[in-house]
């Protein structure tokens, strides 16, 4: 057993809360510090079936990507989906904790796992969002590359074998191959312009419209679209080994999981 603040200090390391954007909401979320924690269940969202997981595995804490809250509540209605999941949530005295932006950024955080699921190396900054207190360059996706040039076809279909997706969209702007890459994990169809500004020849990210692929398309770069579930799923894995390792010393006391059953709620047909 570990207190929740031992955990906070542990995701700390991993995920700074100060690298957040200053819209997030990371941090414990649900909770108290000095709650017993035995069992951890690490997972993207905390669904229904989150939650489900977590009071059958008998977890006391849910460390999720996603803040479950995210603006101000003003009411509490058990008979709506939200209040009905705090309610279970308090109920079985689970603890919820987000590493939202602070894990997208930081190092080996979402797009780090992203880059290295897709075969990238020699990564580099790409949306740059400010400085850290070290003088260290802190940013929002990765640049990348491939070993060697490939078509975007082939590179398409590498993508989704490498993650938790059935499909990916691909947006071809014609006959370029690829080789350098620019990356946003989640939703990143805000940087395509960005992406294409700096010599990218494919972007991948997630949740990206018509009128976005059109653009990338009129600045002749290729876009593949993985999904926001498909672009930051393997980000759980990840997380439940680091939180298990920065929690050693209570080895034996504390046990981390990862969500093994939620799935992208887009499914081709
Ligand atoms: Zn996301």
Request: aromatic share 4%; hydrophobic share 45%; glycine share 8%.
């Amino acid at each position: 057993m570990v207190k929740c603040q031992v955990v906070m200090d542990a995701l700390e390391t991993i995920a700074p809360k100060r690298m957040a954007e200053e819209w997030d909401n990371p941090g414990l979320l649900v909770g108290a510090l000095n709650q017993d924690i035995h069992k951890i269940l690490v997972c993207l969202d905390v669904s229904d079936e989150v939650v489900e997981q977590a009071i059958e595995a008998g977890a006391d804490m849910i460390v999720a990507h996603h803040p479950l809250i995210f603006r101000g509540i003003k009411k509490l209605r058990t008979d709506l989906p939200l209040g009905h999941r705090l309610q279970q949530l308090i109920k079985h005295d689970i603890a919820v904790v987000a590493a939202h932006t602070n894990l997208d950024i930081a190092e080996g955080g979402v797009n780090d796992v992203l880059a290295q699921a897709i075969g990238l190396s020699k990564l580099s900054s790409f949306v740059i969002e400010r400085q850290d207190v070290d003088g260290s360059v802190l940013s929002m996706g990765r640049m990348g590359s491939l070993p060697a040039p490939m078509t975007v076809q082939d590179f398409a279909r590498q993508v989704r074998d490498a993650l938790p997706t059935e499909h990916v969209r691909l947006v071809d702007a014609g006959p370029r191959p690829v080789r350098k890459v620019a990356l946003c994990s989640g939703s990143g169809a805000e940087f395509i312009q960005k992406a294409a500004f700096m010599g990218a020849d494919v972007y991948v990210t997630g949740d990206v419209k018509y009128h976005e692929a059109q653009q990338a398309v009129e600045q002749g770069m290729h876009i593949i679209d993985a999904g926001h579930f498909g672009t930051e799923f393997p980000v759980v894995e990840v997380l439940k080994e680091r939180l298990t390792e920065e929690l050693a010393e209570a080895k034996g006391t504390v046990e981390v999981i990862a969500d093994q059953s939620s799935r992208d709620f887009f499914t081709v047909v």
